[in-house]
T-cell receptor, first 111, second 114 residues
Framework: DAKTTQPTSMDCAEGRAANLPCNHSTISGNEYVYWYRQIHSQGPQYIIHGLKNNETNEMASLIITEDRKSSTLILPHATLRDTAVYYCIVDYGGSQGNLIFGKGTKLSVKP | EAGVVQSPRYKIIEKKQPVAFWCNPISGHNTLYWYRQNLGQGPELLIRYENEEAVDDSQLPKDRFSAERLKGVDSTLKIQPAELGDSAVYLC????????????FGPGTRLLVL
């Protein structure tokens, strides 16, 4: 079973920030928080991952709470092309990683 | 740099027929994964390879599914014979290994069994 809990769906207005929450209260010390998204009929796309510190790349920012029991993915200026299912996954990564996908959050960006 | 390549992208077969999917991982990635994604669900791992060795195949239905990665690079997943319930998207992913490394996915093969 997935070790994360996410809302089933969220809406966001185009141009606004999209904040996607994720709970992972049973995360262990060496597990990373990964975010992927899946646009219809495509393979999952890697977005960002982090261990303890907040992370930012060209796609998004990842905010991890100090106790690491929850995190938030931030898309700073959502566009219609960001409409997708977003998956939050805790995993060791690399050769030790078997990503366990939950149902994710269906993000709908509206004009 | 090329991503994970999969072929074919789509396949329609009749039940009881065999089918094979091919995957070429990102160059230099030693770890290769096959996932299956049923409609409306997240992907589920079928098998994981470290180079040419299958290190986790616990979720692979071995009565009809087989996989190989003979030279530790590209891989083939086979179903023989296919059943109606095998209709799904079959995804391949690869990683360079090591703690905290990322898996990158291919576009998947959409299989329809009639």
């Amino acid at each position: 079973d997935a070790k994360t809990t996410q809302p089933t769906s969220m809406d966001c207005a185009e141009g606004r920030a999209a904040n996607l929450p994720c709970n992972h209260s049973t995360i262990s010390g060496n597990e990373y928080v990964y975010w992927y998204r899946q646009i219809h009929s495509q393979g999952p796309q890697y977005i960002i991952h982090g261990l303890k510190n907040n992370e930012t790349n060209e796609m998004a920012s990842l905010i991890i709470t100090e106790d690491r029991k929850s995190s938030t993915l931030i898309l700073p200026h959502a566009t219609l092309r960001d409409t997708a299912v977003y998956y939050c996954i805790v995993d060791y990564g690399g050769s030790q990683g078997n990503l366990i996908f939950g149902k994710g959050t269906k993000l709908s960006v509206k004009p | 740099e090329a991503g994970v390549v999969q072929s074919p992208r789509y396949k329609i077969i009749e039940k009881k027929q065999p089918v094979a999917f091919w995957c070429n991982p990102i160059s230099g990635h030693n770890t290769l994964y096959w996932y299956r994604q049923n409609l409306g669900q997240g992907p589920e791992l079928l098998i994981r390879y470290e180079n040419e060795e299958a290190v986790d195949d616990s979720q692979l239905p071995k009565d009809r599914f087989s996989a190989e990665r003979l030279k530790g690079v590209d891989s083939t997943l086979k179903i023989q014979p296919a059943e109606l319930g095998d209709s799904a998207v079959y995804l391949c992913a690869s990683s360079s290994g090591g703690l905290g490394e990322t898996q990158y996915f291919g576009p998947g093969t959409r299989l329809l069994v009639l």
